[in-house]
């Protein structure tokens, strides 16, 4: 199996610590996608989408453990029950706001995603299909969001 980058994700934050863990919890923070000039063409069209989905390689996050303490709880969770990002294939994705998009650039806003993140793929956000009215969270229903912005346990 193969992958490789299409772009790089730029944004304001450095390091974990501090950075937003979903973009719900970024309010208007604001960032750019390079997408690689020979991935531009498949750009065609997304201007048309408020939101999009970037998938990424989270390249900092430290190795995983099947079970974690995830940022939203107390308490040990197993690895697939939470989105904590040191991951057998860390693989990460994120629901961003597309403002517009300049030739290979996208501007977006509700960034939670680390400064020079590799880009893997994106898609649209299409309400019609991607919303879906859920009766169940799991362990996050019988929590509180105090915790939203990463702290440095998952990180090298």
Known sequence: MEVKPIGIIHSPFKAAQGTPIQPVFAGDIQG????????????????GFERIWLLFWLDRAASYKLKVKPYMDENIRGLFATRAPSRPNPIGMSCVRLLRTEGNILKISELDILDGTPLLDIKPYVGKVDCFDVKRSGWLDSVEHKNIKADDRFHK
């Open 32 to 47: 750019t996608v390079e997408v690689f000039e020979q991935y531009q063409e498949g750009l065609a069209d997304l201007d």
